[in-house]
């Protein structure tokens, strides 16, 4: 009966990433891939514990230090699982998102929740960095066939430079890219009078964005 521990391992994989225990989150993965459990339903059971997390968070149920924790867990159990998700059947076509912080921003911390968030979540997230000008936003959505373009900044001078990448992504790549943004100078009124998408935290992106793809 190879599978009948199989429910009660993926629960405690769960409980494990959203109580951020990684030093169980090993064996319980090994015991689960020994047990034939198939590493896509322990990638997805990784994943749902990040998820709950931010969840959490936006809720303010859980505190920023306890999803760090969580996602660190997350990246130990991702490393034993995602080389055999590469060699079973994982063809599904992956929404591609470019990530960064605008020209003049160098705060990366929220950014690189985001980012995780959307990993977890099955998107193909290609990180440019921070301090990053409006032309290399669009010329790695160019690069990639970006369906998404997330743009983070947290200080005033910022905001200049995040109206000239929506602009910039406007003009080059028209309306089929969805652009979002996050981070402390930004709002659902600057977001209204762009033509985007506010995200007040990485579940919230998460949601929109499944939202947002589907129209
Ligand atoms: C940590 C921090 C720093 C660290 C950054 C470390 C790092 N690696 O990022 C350090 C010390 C380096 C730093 C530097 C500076 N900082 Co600073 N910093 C902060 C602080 C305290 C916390 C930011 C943070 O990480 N929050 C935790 C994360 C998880 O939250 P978050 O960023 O809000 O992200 C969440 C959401 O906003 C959203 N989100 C964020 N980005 C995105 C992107 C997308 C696409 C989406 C969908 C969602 C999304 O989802 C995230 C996750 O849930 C803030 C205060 C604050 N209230 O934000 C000041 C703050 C942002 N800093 C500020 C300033 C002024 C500076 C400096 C200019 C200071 C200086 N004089 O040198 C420099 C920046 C220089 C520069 N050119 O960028 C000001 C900005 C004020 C303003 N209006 O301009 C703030 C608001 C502090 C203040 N009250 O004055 N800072």
Redesign the pocket.
């Known amino acids: 009966m190879p599978f009948e521990n199989g429910p009660g391992l993926l629960s405690e994989i769960r409980a494990a990433i959203i109580n951020g225990n990684s030093a169980s989150i090993v064996a319980l993965i090994n015991n689960a891939l020994k047990e034939g459990i198939a590493p896509k339903e322990v990638f997805d059971t990784l994943a749902s514990g990040v998820i709950t997390m931010?969840e959490k968070?936006?809720n303010k149920e859980a505190f920023?230090p306890e999803l760090v924790v969580s996602f660190e867990t997350f990246k130990i159990g991702a490393s034993i699982v995602e080389p055999k998700l590469k060699t079973t059947s994982f063809n599904e076509i992956k929404r591609k998102i470019v990530?960064g912080?605008v020209e003049?921003?160098?705060?990366?911390?929220?950014?690189n929740?985001?980012k995780t968030?959307f990993e977890v979540s099955g998107f193909e997230v290609h990180d440019v960095g921070?301090?990053v000008p409006p032309q290399k936003f669009v010329d790695k959505a160019f690069e990639i066939d970006a369906d998404i373009i997330?743009?983070?900044?947290?200080?005033?001078?910022?905001l200049i430079a995040l109206r000239k990448t929506v602009e910039l992504v406007r003009r080059m790549r028209g309306e089929n890219t969805k652009i979002?943004?996050?981070?402390?100078?930004?709002s659902q009124a600057l977001a209204n009078e762009l033509g985007v998408?506010?995200?007040?935290?990485?579940?919230?992106?998460i949601l929109?964005?499944n939202s947002l793809i589907k129209k």
């Open positions: 931010g968070l936006s920023l990530i912080t003049g921003d160098i705060h990366n911390i929220g950014k929740l985001v968030m921070v301090d997330g743009c983070s900044t947290l200080v005033s001078p910022g979002i943004i996050g981070g402390y100078t930004t998408t506010y995200c007040k935290d990485a579940y919230d992106a929109k964005v």
